[in-house]
């Protein structure tokens, strides 16, 4: 079992608190923890986008009077998610990035012009700067075998659209739930 998620009741605090579930209102963190909590693996429970829209900010965690590791919970959701090649596309091209740049963001002609107009190197002084770098992040991502997870061929994207993944997700739960 994840984290202490057995203890996770269902009151919905966690979900009332939550700045994303303000933006999104079929976002429910207590959905993908009572999943988990009924072993529901399925294709529908883990290519749910929700899982990677948590920042993280522990509003959840801090709010919840059974004193469960929301967060924890969340991020061995995704981790488990993304070792069975799940992921969103925008974490696939990051991921992507920093195996051939060494850095999420790389550095382009034009902050490179702006940083010599500036009087500074023109790459910052960070992998960036240094072939030898580059190489050991390199060599580092490919013996963890992060290089496989993001690999165009090997990962398969999410999809966006959030109502449909909800309701097969809403779905899969009822039914495991009339089950039990």
Do not use: W
């Amino acid at each position: 079992m994840i984290s202490n998620i057995e203890r996770c009741y269902q009151c919905g605090q966690c979900t009332s608190v939550c700045p994303m579930g303000e933006q999104e209102q079929t976002y429910r963190i207590r959905r993908f923890l009572q999943m988990e909590k009924l072993g529901l693996e399925s294709e529908e429970s883990m290519i749910t986008p929700f899982i990677f829209y948590c920042t993280t900010c522990y509003k959840c965690q801090d709010n919840c009077p059974q004193g469960v590791n929301l967060v924890d919970a969340v991020l061995a959701i995704r981790e488990k998610a993304v070792h069975k090649g799940k992921m969103l596309e925008a974490h696939k091209k990051v991921g992507q990035m920093l195996i051939n740049y060494g850095h999420a963001v790389p550095t382009n002609a034009d902050a490179m012009e702006k940083r010599a107009l500036l009087g500074l190197d023109e790459r910052p002084p960070t992998v960036q700067a240094s072939i030898e770098g580059l190489s050991e992040i390199k060599t580092l991502m490919r013996l963890t075998g992060f290089d496989n997870l993001v690999a165009e061929s090997k990962v398969e994207t999410i999809p966006e659209n959030t109502t449909m993944v909800q309701q097969a997700c809403f779905t899969q739960q009822q039914a495991a739930e009339e089950k039990a």
